[in-house]
């Protein structure tokens, strides 16, 4: 144990205490892609105790370019992201308690998944989930670290409950689909996940040894023209969530729509729709397409795109990105 983290240790900032706090750590992060796997390899070898990480995706060899846990076997083994992270993930560090959840994180599972974490760690691709791991973080009193890559930029901010600005004081609303570029549209390089990973894993180990100098702005970097900016974020003195409005987190916002990235398929989800009866819907959408189900899914076409549907109301509309049109297609057919 001593000679794993010696070179660590030496180090004035964390230190023989620091390294028992690091051990004495859990931390949850949140999506396994290009951020996700930097800082879970680091904060796995850093020795961290306990280290969840949830993804609902397979990989795909577009991936392999930067996410640094995953090989060509486990495509090969079809294996899911979360998977994947933690059969390599022991095998680096076997004292270190890690565990993969394939799940895909929203408003209904989202506290029971993170509680109990002393930090949240954002390896995510889309803003709607951040909104709801800030509103997470901020009623049950847990730090986050945001990071976002894209191109050759990227960016990261620090989030203490009670301490720092919140996420959505620098970002009140969620984008607009087509206002903001994903990594399928304009491309991502290597090193912008890997610096902005980089830099959250740094935070994360300050918050867990309790540090002094946590980051208190949003850093942005461009990793193409060698910039490197600290930006000073404001409180926002309407901002919903630090006044405790918890928006996202309490599904209030209505239908609840996410784009499966790579995938080419967007995913509805429907707080208030609860058990449904496929035969009743089945019988509703018979004049507009063509329906088959079983006891698991229904599916039909309209307008070119396939929906699936499931029984607790959530939908993946396929051959689209466009989260608007998926909204809208499933008010007509399924109602919000
Ligand atoms: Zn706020």
Redesign the pocket.
Known sequence: MINRYSRQTLFGGIGKEGQRRLGNGYVVIIGCGALGTIIATSLVRAGVGRVRIIDRDFIEYHNLQRQVLFDEDDIQNGLPKAIAAEQHLKKVNSSVEVEGIVADVNYTNIERLTSGADLILDGLDNFETRFLI?DVS?KNKIPWVYGGAISSLGMTMTIIPGET??????CSAVPRPKVVPTCDTAGVISPAPFIIGSLQTAEAMKILVKANNINRDLIAIDVWEGTFHHLKIS??EN????QGRYEFLEGESGLRTTSLCGQNAVQVLSPGVGDLSFEELAARLKPVAEVSYNEFMLRFTVDNHEMVVFPDGRAILRNTTDESLARGLYAKYIGA
């Open positions: 800030n901020l600005p919140c996420f959505r004081c620098f409180p926002h901002c919903p969530a630090c």
